[in-house]
């Protein structure tokens, strides 16, 4: 079954620390990958997007996440925090055959402290 | 582009009323979703649309909800009667291909029900 697993609810880091939030997914079929963004009391935004091609993707705001299909994941990362990166971040994944939808993982809130 | 367009922003109304939440979707998105999002249960997905149809709704928690969506540019999604329960920030996304674009994401409704 196809599925999407964030296993950090939270994190926290202090600023200008390198942070990584970690996505894991399950699939038999060929993926499309996401990470969005959620500040409080804000909507998701998209961070970024793997479609095809190179298996690092930048984003905004300085992330970058990395493809790795042996391993089914599609971790992001930043290499220095600020406080402003405090937010909510989803994982989401829309499968092959199954493309009308994205699914949602549980999200990872990032506490950047100073 | 005005993006995804959302009212009202906040909405408190009285256990048994019937509220209305509203949604424009971005002009030549095909696609329409409604989510729900609370602490307890994180993001879920009620209800979604593809050219004004329901495509699945297996995500309405009760026959209180209902939603409709009249017109290429127009959703509502309804609670009659509102309980409690309910209360939680409702978010509307459209998306014209789920996988190559992902979804852009209202602001939201944060409904209280007291």
């Known amino acids: 079954a196809q599925s999407v697993t964030q296993l950090d609810s939270q994190v926290p880091v202090f600023e200008e620390a390198p942070v990584e939030l970690r996505c894991n997914y399950s699939s038999s079929v060929s993926v499309y990958l996401f990470w969005y963004v959620q500040y409080p009391n804000q909507g998701l935004q998209l961070l970024l997007k793997?479609?095809?091609?190179?298996?690092l993707v930048k984003g905004i705001n300085g992330f970058e996440a990395e493809f790795n299909k042996s391993q089914t994941s599609f971790h992001l990362r930043k290499p220095s925090v600020h406080i402003s990166d405090t937010a909510e971040y989803f994982c989401a994944v829309s499968f092959a055959g199954y493309t009308d939808k994205l699914i949602f993982g549980t999200g990872t809130r990032l506490q950047v402290f100073p | 582009d005005a993006g995804v367009i959302q009212s009202p922003r906040h909405e408190v109304t009285e256990m048994g009323q019937e509220v209305t939440l509203r949604c424009k979707p971005i002009?030549?998105?095909?696609?329409l979703f409604w989510y729900r999002q609370t602490m307890m249960r994180g993001l879920e997905l009620l209800i979604y649309f593809n050219n004004n149809v329901p495509i699945d709704d297996s995500g309405m928690p009760e026959d209180r909800f209902s939603a409709k969506m009249p017109n290429a540019s127009f959703s509502t999604l309804k609670i009659q009667p509102s309980e409690p329960r309910d209360s939680a920030v409702y978010f509307c996304?459209?998306?014209?291909?789920?996988?190559?674009?992902?979804?852009?994401f209202g602001s939201g409704t944060r409904l209280t029900v007291v």
């Open positions: 996304a459209s998306s014209a291909d789920a996988s190559n674009y992902g979804y852009t």
């Open positions: 793997y479609l095809s091609g190179s298996t």
């Open positions: 002009s030549g998105h095909d696609y």
